[in-house]
């Protein structure tokens, strides 16, 4: 059950959404304008009813947090439904008035309020209704007698079982540790989805109001802001590994209630005991000499006569049903201390920043970052509880099954899924399929949780194999596991050495990383009827696990499942077991695997039966499989080759002068087919158009008489249609060549080539290699296509100089920053199959790691390039730097054909990709300049897995409408629909989640945008508390310091500086920088230069017009290194930098003013509007210079007369500088002619003139 905390912030700001008469757009439909006055929902004020006791005290308040968390969450629904008023009476004869929607779940509210920290108590408790107790799946809309009157249901303290006990124990232990965010899970990252935001923020900016008015105060005293943070941070940034070591060290260290809670050595508790109900004994430390023996029992828990020597469990105390009650009557400070630790943890809840950095990440994968802080004098504290964690969901999953039942994942999954999948005329209003889509994401990840506890605990031995065969085929070893059925890639190498793979077990590892792609394909076809196998990849110290769900009749009976569809034999048996293949093909299963054909392009081919030589009619690749289960489903499975292989790039490694690429398994990109389809549509109606305007305008139209049915043109557009089996050898003595050659020459003639440019071209360029590996696969491109694109940036670069000039420095220098990152990405990528291939077979994996890294980042000169094979040293102890050089030079050319020529030398950027790639977490410190990591620095190894994470098509597409209206600037539309878009995801895949997160910067930015043009502070406070959350996000679901949490931060820095906070958003644009370095290292990626010119635009404005102008220089220099001293972007930056200097300096103002002016003469003559301005403001500068020059020829005049009161006077004014009074007025004034008031007033105004 997901926490409500998420869902309450994202409510509450809803609510504080303007509403849309405010826009000054167009209005929009009534159906979607509806959603921006209705999202909030009312909650009643919680009705209290008697006396309260003292333990009630503890409850106080909770009521409103639980129904404002509910209310919010009903708040979700679609704004159409009836809500319904629910009042809960507690046990303490207290009630809550709540508001719900008919379709909302009992269990769903219930959790709601057990949520919160002050419900502690009632941790074991059910609902009912008239007296009935209420199942948690039932829905309010099923209760008889409940109207719009609503109904009164009661909180009922539930009998205890043993799980229970411990559930309720861990709450207890909760709230103690809550200072601790750590993940203790074994295996898992340390720190896992953490936020940094809070520390960034500073503790004074936290509070919203504070600085607002700094501006204001800068322009009326005219005086310069104090600087709140040290500048030389944004000028030159550390390390990230030393912010976070300085700033997220963490306060280990809180009150403490008691001494010590744990497990009783009098346990397991004997069977004459259990017999009268004792459930666990516990031991409970509350002062010295202070030693409490606890029994829990069915009815709750009360102190026993036992001690540390003689077991006594007579009942020495009441029996309480919550045992923090319990622990209060015995002792005072206990009971103070609990209470404050729960109003503490209370009052965190109504923050909306602590509830999103708290809110647990339930539909996808936490962040692990590759630095954490790790102390190990204060970051492992005693804790006799932590064990106890197990079967509440805590430490070691492999312990649940004791208590647990086993989870059958298959049913669950498949379950989840059906009810998710809908027709958009079975839609409706949507609220029950998101909710149920929302419990297949919850499950499937913790489908995926449970497969890697599992993987880690085959390689830990703890989980044996099924049989128990000869060592040296190990890896043909099959586990069961919590019905995950898990086995080793490397058992298909049988397979794939028939098939003539250069490396047999690197296709094998391969093609178990591509049947998840082929799952994630086939469910976005989202085809009703036909179900895929649940499956995750983990890869964890060298090795890769396949974890999959089984399907009902699959494993060990003989009579069970039978493929019916695609090939039959298993093609992973022994080669003397497979001399012919057979091929099977059904009806009914034909039929909907062509549904999915229809919607990704898959041919219908014919495929020959190697036994019979009976050809059948498949849609998928021939290795595809389909099954009819137990239960009745068809299944799909063998995905793996779910797109046809890249046949053209196998061709091209096999003729180049490389060495031999090691497999076969190079698949196209799937997005590749759609954007060729797209290609195809484009160039169709494009031809049509073309054709019908030539036809209209031979009979004689007008051409503004011509029109076009767009839609009748698009019907008529062909659909790419591929032979999934093209290039393997099912599809020998097809010509499948054919079909493919537009598609390949799409990609090598087109789509590389074109990306090329449109990098050189664009504003950005990628700063590593996630962002990288992003924006290759969204445009088709596979990541072994890397040393192309290289080849291509080279024969750019090779004929720049023929391009037009303006823009020819400007290319050059993105692409070479372009060309740094993707060889720094080859780079690492080859490290990681070096410690891949080491991590298998060293025991000592933590010294291992570190020398490994440590002798990565020492390689100071490439090696020789050779095309034969490095001999690898046996053991890391063995490996040298220029060893390594070698290997991963050779690796290089293998893997990614291209000979790197420099070196990488940006050695924190090559330690964070190396460290996030190999899952390895290290202590956050400085680790420059030496760069050596030691044993003791590696705090963790981290499972990385590959799933296909759940992802709505409905919600999709609603934001997709959004971007429509963006798009053709229906301003109204886009943000009623944004709003409406961002309930439906926080529904389907809770608050925090990447897709989440993507409509909720696009919403805050659009509530941003609406600010600037009409200044309504609703809109823009909106913002703020949205893009707040963003930063949040980013940072817990893509790390501390990824690219998007970077990018997160300079938008939020431009909001906070548009409210007026302008040295909070500096603080947000250094810690930007701070991960630029991280990401790119101590080089100037281009990127930054923007940042650089806002922080020295926000200095100015700010007063601080020294540090602007060392911004403006950086950003200069920069310009005149990179492009070059003649080049207009460097005039403009002296041109930019001339006006800052001028307030210091107004000389060399005017010579940065002159270089200006004669770079854009000499470039583009005298006409051109840029030299004409820049000569216009030296002519400026220079009478600026000229009158200051009077005035201190005036004033030496006076001062040799004596006329100190003229001195004095001056030196009383507010402007403080000569510059402010008119030389006539000046000289009026020495002559006792006038005075010097309205003189300064006509002065300023002047002055702003000039």
């Not at 979607?32 to 008697?50: Q, R």
């Not at 087109?750 to 449109?758: A, F, G, H, L, T």
Request: net charge negative; with cysteine; glycine share 6%.
């Amino acid at each position: 059950m997901t926490s409500k905390k998420s869902k309450a912030a994202a409510r509450s700001k809803q609510a504080a959404a303007p509403a849309a008469a405010a826009d000054p757009a167009p209005a929009t439909a009534p159906a979607l304008e509806a959603t921006l006055t209705t999202d909030s929902v009312p909650t009643s004020e919680p009705a209290t009813n008697g006396t309260a006791e003292p333990e009630q005290a503890a409850e106080n308040g909770a009521e409103n947090a639980a129904a404002a968390d509910s209310s919010a969450d009903q708040g979700e629904a679609e704004p159409q439904q009836q809500l319904l008023q629910v009042t809960i009476r507690l046990p303490t004869q207290r009630t809550i008035d709540m508001m719900v929607v008919p379709t909302e779940s009992v269990g769903f509210l219930q959790q709601s309020l057990l949520d919160q920290p002050r419900m502690v108590h009632y941790s074991c408790a059910h609902l009912t209704y008239r007296g009935k107790r209420l199942t948690e799946t039932a829905d309010f809309a099923s209760l008889e007698g409940i109207d719009q009157e609503g109904a009164e249901l009661e909180l009922v303290e539930s009998l205890y079982g043993e799980r229970d006990v411990r559930v309720h124990v861990m709450r207890i232990r909760d709230i103690m540790f809550a200072h601790s965010t750590r993940a203790h899970i074994t295996g898992e990252a340390v720190d896992a989805g953490v936020s940094a935001f809070k520390a960034v923020t500073g503790d004074r900016y936290l509070d919203p109001t504070f600085d607002r008015d700094i501006l204001t105060q800068v322009d009326k005293n005219g005086k310069k802001a104090e600087t709140v943070f040290d500048d030389e941070g944004a000028l030159t940034p550390g390390e990230f590994g030393a912010f976070l070591a300085s700033t997220m060290a963490k306060q280990r260290k809180c009150i403490k209630a008691m001494q010590s809670l744990g497990i009783s050595g009098w346990n397991p508790v004997p069977a004459w005991r259990r017999l009268r109900g004792d459930i666990m004994y516990l031991n409970a430390v509350t002062g010295p000499n202070e030693s409490l023996h606890i029994t829990a029992t069915r009815n709750g828990f009360y102190i026993n006569k036992s001690t540390d020597t003689t077991f006594d469990p007579t009942r020495k105390s009441n029996v309480s049903h919550s045992l923090a009650k319990l622990l209060s009557q015995q002792s005072p400070h206990f009971a103070k201390t609990f209470a404050k630790m729960i109003e503490q943890q209370q009052q965190l809840m109504t923050s909306p920043l602590t509830s999103a950095e708290k809110v647990p990440i339930l539909t996808t994968m936490p962040a692990a970052n590759w630095l954490v802080h790790m102390d190990g004098t204060t970051d492992h504290l005693y804790d006799s509880l932590r064990g106890l964690g197990a079967v509440a969901g805590g430490e070691n999953i492999l312990e649940t099954s004791a208590l647990d039942s086993m989870h059958d994942w298959n049913e669950e999954l498949q379950v989840y899924r059906m009810q998710s999948q809908v027709n958009d005329e079975e839609a409706g209003d949507g609220s029950n399929l998101h909710m149920r889509a929302r419990q297949y994401a919850m499950a499937f990840t913790q489908f995926v949780h449970a497969a890697t506890q599992g993987a880690l605990g085959i390689l830990d031995g703890s989980i044996l194999p099924l049989v128990i065969g000869d060592n040296d085929k190990k890896d043909d070893a099959l586990f069961m596991w919590n019905n995950i059925f898990f086995s080793f890639p490397e058992s298909s190498v049988a397979r794939f050495a028939k098939e003539g793979h250069q490396d047999p077990r690197a296709a094998s590892r391969v093609h178990a990383g591509k049947d998840v792609a082929g799952i994630r394909l086939v469910e976005s076809a989202n085809v009703k009827g036909l179900h895929t196998m649940p499956t995750a990849v983990i890869d964890i110290k060298g090795r890769r696990i396949v974890a999959q769900c089984l399907i009902p009749g699959i494993l060990g009976n003989p009579e069970g499942a039978k493929i019916v569809y695609g090939s039959q034999d298993d093609p992973e048996l022994p080669l003397d077991q497979v001399d012919q293949r057979t091929v099977k093909s059904d009806a009914a299963f034909h039929e909907l695997v062509g549904k999915i054909a229809a919607k990704l392009g898959w041919k219908e081919h014919m495929v020959k039966d190697e036994k019979t030589g009976e050809e059948h009619s498949l849609w998928g690749s021939a290795d595809m499989k389909g099954i009819v289960g137990h239960d009745g489903r068809k299944y799909l499975f063998e995905l793996s080759r779910a797109v046809p292989v890249d046949t053209e790039f196998i061709k091209q490694a096999a003729e180049d002068e490389l060495p031999p690429y090691p497999h076969g398994v190079a698949l196209v990109r799937p997005e590749l087919l759609t954007m060729f389809q797209d290609h195809l549509a484009q160039k169709h109606i494009s031809d049509l158009f073309s054709a019908e305007c030539d036809r209209k305008l031979a009979e004689g139209a007008k051409p503004e008489e011509i029109k076009f049915d767009l839609n009748e043109a698009m019907k008529t557009v062909p659909q790419v249609s591929v032979n999934v089996d093209h290039g393997t050898s099912w599809a020998a003595g097809a010509d499948t060549e054919t079909e493919m050659r537009p598609v390949f020459d799409y990609l090598y003639k087109s789509v590389i080539p074109e990306y090329v440019d449109e990098t050189a071209k664009m504003s950005s360029v990628p700063i590593n290699g996630t962002i990288l590996t992003q924006m290759l696969h969204a445009r088709g491109i596979a990541m072994r296509h890397m040393g192309l694109i290289v080849k291509a940036i080279d024969d750019k670069l090779a004929t720049q100089g023929t391009d037009a000039e303006p823009i020819a420095a400007q290319h050059r220098v993105r692409l070479s920053v372009f060309k740094t990152v993707l060889e720094l990405e080859m780079w690492v990528r080859a490290f990681k199959h070096v410690v891949r291939h080491y991590l298998k077979t060293d025991e000592d994996t933590t010294t291992a790691v570190a020398a490994l890294l440590t002798t990565f980042l020492a390689i100071d000169a490439l090696a020789p390039a050779t095309n034969d094979r490095v001999e690898w040293p046996a053991t890391v102890k063995d490996l040298t730097s220029a060893t390594l050089a070698a290997i991963l030079g050779y690796e290089v050319r293998t893997r990614f054909r291209h000979t790197i020529s420099v070196l990488p030398a940006a050695k924190e950027a090559l330690l964070r990709e190396a460290a996030l790639k190999t899952g390895v977490q290290l202590v956050a410190r400085a680790y420059g300049p030496s760069f050596a990591v030691e044993e003791r620095d590696i705090v963790q190894l981290v499972p990385l897995v590959k799933a296909a994470f759940y992802k709505d098509t409905l919600c999709q597409q609603h934001y997709d409408l959004a971007q429509t209206f963006l798009q053709q600037n229906k301003i109204a539309n886009a943000l009623a629909t944004l709003e409406q878009s961002l309930s439906m995801f926080e529904q389907t895949y809770t608050q925090m989640h990447p897709e989440t997160l993507l409509v909720q910067g696009t919403l805050a930015e659009l509530y941003h945008n609406i600010f600037m043009e009409n200044k309504d502070e609703t809109y823009l406070q909106r913002a703020l508390e949205l893009q707040r959350v963003v930063a949040i996000g980013y940072e817990r679901l893509s790390g501390l310091d990824s690219h998007d949490a970077s990018t997160a931060y300079v938008t939020l820095a431009a909001m906070e500086f548009t409210a007026g906070r302008a040295r909070l958003a500096l603080k947000y644009l250094k810690h930007a920088q701070l991960i630029n370095r991280s990401l790119f290292g101590t080089a100037v990626h281009p990127d930054a230069i923007q940042q650089w010119s806002t922080i020295a635009r926000i200095q100015a404005r700010l007063g601080r017009f020294d540090q602007s102008v060392r911004f403006w220089t950086l950003v200069k220099d920069y310009h005149e290194t990179e492009f070059g001293p003649n080049e207009s972007i460097t005039a403009s930056a002296y041109h930019q930098l001339s006006h800052y200097v001028f307030n210091l300096d107004p000389a060399k103002g005017l010579a940065y003013e002159e270089t200006a002016h004669k770079i854009w003469q000499a470039k583009f003559g005298d006409e051109d509007p840029r030299t004409i301005d820049a000569a216009k403001y030296a002519a400026d500068m220079k009478r600026h210079i000229a009158e200051q020059a009077q005035i201190a020829q005036i004033l030496a005049v006076a001062r040799a007369q004596g006329d100190l009161k003229v001195m004095d006077e001056i030196d009383r004014t507010e402007a403080g500088t000569k510059g402010d009074f008119p030389i006539e007025d000046l000289v009026a004034y020495i002559n006792g002619e006038k005075a010097l008031g309205k003189g300064k007033k006509r002065g300023k105004k002047a002055a702003g003139k000039r």
